[in-house]
């Protein structure tokens, strides 16, 4: 059973509402307080796009909450209750040990051309480098400070682990465990020819890497950072790794396994 204090995230829709109200109850019943500043589990409700924006939320919290979520949409990464199976929760929460998983997040920083740090952000599914004009963007890129390629395209998608089934998926990266160490590398439309020249495929590096992005034309620059993008009127250097000192975590009570979803959402739901 869990103790402790908790909050529930809502998406503004009816049955996500329904859900939140009921859920909030139960908890209250169950001898758990509400508190929205200092909560131990977060419950996210809605779709993976409201488990992003409650992640951001308690970004500065991630070494005490663990999250969970319901989705009420029609893909749900990040969850292991749905709309047809949310009432289980219930059960799960009063009956059964939570399994804690932790994944890990990118760290992206950004530096304009005097060295200044510009931007600092954490990601639990991934960021991508472009030029927010529309302009061919173009960089060099750097594997812990060795030059590896000069990119020119659209840009480029930097993703988590659990990322890896998101924008990186569409981009034709790999599937990855949502618990490895790693993170991956994907290009967005690249350009080749004599002058720009890359590998081609998604790179997968490790916990140790660091990828060090140099924008040939440092001007109109565009980070996303999941769900959110940022502006800037010029950035030089952007420093990506997997970060060391924040990891989130997600409790998981029933046993249906990653390779069960991603065969759920892709393949067949049957
Ligand atoms: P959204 O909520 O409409 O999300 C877009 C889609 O991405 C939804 O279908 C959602 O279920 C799915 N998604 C999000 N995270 C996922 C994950 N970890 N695994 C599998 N599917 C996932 O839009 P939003 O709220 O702005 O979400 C931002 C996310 O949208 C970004 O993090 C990015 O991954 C994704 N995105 C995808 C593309 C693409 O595939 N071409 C382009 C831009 C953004």
């Known amino acids: 059973m869990l103790k402790g204090k908790f909050s529930v995230e809502v998406r503004q829709d009816e049955i996500s509402e329904k859900i939140g109200l009921q859920l909030k109850e139960f908890l209250l019943s169950s001898h758990l307080t509400e ?9 996210a409700i809605g779709g993976d796009g409201t488990v992003l924006r409650t992640f951001n939320k308690y970004m500065d919290k991630l070494d005490t909450v663990k999250f969970l979520s319901i989705h009420t949409g029609h893909l749900g990464f990040y969850t292991d209750y749905s709309v047809q199976n ?28 005097n060295g200044d740090l510009v ?14 004009t529309g ?5 060099k890129v750097y594997i812990n400070g060795v030059h590896f390629e000069s990119f020119r395209g659209d840009g480029l998608c930097i993703s988590t682990p ?10 034709g990266g790999a599937v990855i465990h949502p618990q490895l160490p790693l993170y991956q590398v994907t290009e967005i439309a690249a350009l080749n020819n004599l002058v720009y020249r890359t590998l081609g495929n998604p790179l997968i590096l490790s916990q140790n890497d660091e990828l060090m992005i ?28 997997l970060s060391k000192e924040k ?8 046993e249906d396994s990653f390779w069960q979803r991603v065969k759920r959402s892709f393949i067949k739901n049957d």
């Open 35 to 43: 508190d929205v500043e200092n909560p131990d589990y977060v419950f």
């Open 86 to 113: 949310y009432e289980k929760i219930f059960f799960d929460i009063l009956a059964l040990t939570p399994k804690i998983e932790e994944y890990p997040l990118l760290r992206v920083k950004a530096y304009c051309s």
């Open 119 to 132: 931007s600092d952000y954490y990601s639990l599914n991934e960021v991508t480098v472009n030029n927010h």
């Open 135 to 139: 302009v061919t963007y173009a960089a």
């Open 162 to 171: 659990t990322g890896s089934t998101a924008y990186n998926k569409s981009l």
């Open 214 to 241: 140099k924008p040939i034309r440092p001007e109109n620059h565009r980070i996303t950072v999941d769900h959110m993008h940022y502006n800037y009127d010029s950035v030089a250097k952007i420093k990506i790794t």
């Open 247 to 254: 990891k989130v975590s997600f409790i998981r009570y029933n």
